[in-house]
């Protein structure tokens, strides 16, 4: 199983600062994605194949990386922005999450 | 409207049986395949499962080969998840989302499964 460690657990930013998120992997990945989750929402594609955006996503969300080491950035924070946001690999027939990095809003 | 439509909120004592269930709605059904996620009180996500309506391919996870069942009517575009006997370290939130290329591109909005004695 290729496990994903995401780092800081929790992050804690002001509004218009740019938070950066890492997701280190077991092994090289040929395809990540980003997730936000909200309390009493489902969780939200934010990024695919590592820097794609998904449809709708504000352009201050921005994924890169490749093989073990991916980052996601937010370059300017927003209130809404507070949420646990969740990397996931789909490398092979068993996709795992990382553990998840919250973002907390000051 | 593209979505995904789960049951709703069960309530269950340990040893039970349940099917939940995950409804797409706008899409061509058959052709994407369908996951379910699971989500622990005050715990991250994880990757359950995965079935192909268009002919029911399927595959688990290794933890969660056994403990559960994903099927599918594609007749009325409905995939669940069944447990023969529940317990109460089955008590989550579960959510379906669709799985285009391997991400997870369109979500339900959730079924929270309390198995309490």
């Known amino acids: 199983e290729i496990v994903l460690t995401q780092s800081p657990d929790t992050l804690s930013l002001s509004p218009g600062e740019r938070a950066t998120l890492s997701c280190r992997a077991s092994?090289?990945?040929?395809?990540l994605a980003w997730y936000q989750h909200k309390p009493g929402q489902p969780p939200r594609l934010l990024i695919y194949?590592?820097?794609s955006r998904a449809a709708g996503i504000p352009d201050r969300f921005s994924g890169s990386g490749s093989k073990t080491d991916f980052t996601l950035t937010i370059s300017r924070l927003e209130p809404e922005d507070s949420a646990i946001y969740y990397c996931q690999h789909y490398s092979d027939s068993h996709p795992t999450f990382g553990q998840g990095t919250k973002v907390q809003i000051k | 409207e593209v979505q995904l439509v789960q049951s709703g909120a069960e309530v269950k004592k340990p040893g039970e049986s349940l099917n939940i269930s995950c409804k797409g709605i706008g899409y061509s059904f058959a052709t994407y395949w369908i996951g379910w996620v699971r989500q622990r009180p005050g715990k991250g996500l994880e990757w359950m499962g995965v079935i192909f309506p268009r002919d029911s391919d399927t595959t688990y996870s290794p933890p969660f080969q056994g403990p559960v069942t994903i099927s599918v009517d594609k007749s009325t575009s409905t995939v669940y998840l069944q447990w023969s006997s529940l317990k109460a370290s089955d008590t989550a939130i579960y959510y379906c989302a669709r799985q285009g290329a391997g991400y997870l591109d369109l979500w339900g909005q959730g079924t929270l499964v309390t198995v309490s004695s």
């Open positions: 092994q090289s990945l040929s395809s």
């Open positions: 194949g590592a820097s």
